[in-house]
């Protein structure tokens, strides 16, 4: 029995194969996941009706059961027509989550396009697709290593 929270099989099975500098995407449901994987990474989908699962709740999950050395969002270009001032409201749950997990990574945004890049590259083993709803929530994690 797992003392975690994660009970997802495919999820499970996929992080116990993942090593450190392994990425984790947990993609928001604008997120174009299916065209973007990197040639290691699988395929989740949780997006079971609109909002149904958000990222913060994969986020507060995935939390419980590896260590994370990276923690990154897409960055928003000022010019780009989705752009807001300021954070995405997101954001402030994300670091709530990472502040309750006990952690002290800073959350640190990405450029749009080079995330896109960071999500293709062969470190990435995994995109979980939520159905969040939130514009800008996909984030980016790094496993670290267990100490």
Same mark, same amino acid.
């Not at 300021?86 to 640190?108: C, E, K, Q, T």
């Given at each position: 029995?797992?003392?975690?929270? %994660?009970?997802?099989?495919?999820?499970?099975?996929?992080?116990?194969? *993942? +090593?450190?500098?392994?990425?984790?995407?947990?993609?928001?449901?604008? #997120?174009?996941? @299916?065209?973007?994987?990197?040639?290691?990474?699988?395929?989740? @989908?949780?997006?079971? *009706?609109?909002?149904?699962?958000?990222?913060?709740?994969?986020?507060?999950?995935?939390?419980?059961?590896?260590p994370v050395d990276e923690?990154?969002?897409? +960055?928003?270009?000022?010019?780009?027509? #989705?752009?807001?001032? +300021?954070?995405?409201?997101?954001?402030?749950? !994300?670091?709530r989550i990472i502040a309750?997990? +006990?952690? @002290?990574?800073?959350?640190v945004p990405i450029s749009?396009?080079?995330? !896109?890049? *960071?999500?293709?590259?062969?470190?990435?083993?995994?995109?979980?697709?939520?159905?969040?709803?939130? %514009?800008? *929530?996909?984030?980016?994690?790094?496993?670290?290593?267990?100490?």
């Amino acid at each position: 029995m797992l003392k975690h929270r %994660l009970l997802h099989p495919e999820i499970s099975a996929i992080l116990g194969r *993942a +090593g450190h500098h392994a990425r984790v995407l947990i993609a928001d449901g604008n #997120y174009p996941a @299916s065209t973007t994987l990197g040639p290691n990474a699988t395929l989740v @989908s949780l997006n079971l *009706a609109p909002g149904l699962v958000t990222v913060s709740q994969v986020l507060e999950t995935l939390l419980t059961a590896i260590p994370v050395d990276e923690v990154n969002t897409m +960055g928003i270009p000022e010019d780009d027509p #989705y752009a807001q001032k +300021g954070d995405p409201p997101v954001w402030n749950d !994300y670091r709530r989550i990472i502040a309750a997990a +006990g952690m @002290s990574v800073p959350m640190v945004p990405i450029s749009k396009w080079d995330f !896109y890049e *960071a999500v293709a590259s062969r470190d990435h083993v995994l995109t979980i697709q939520t159905a969040d709803q939130a %514009l800008w *929530a996909n984030v980016l994690l790094t496993i670290g290593c267990r100490v």
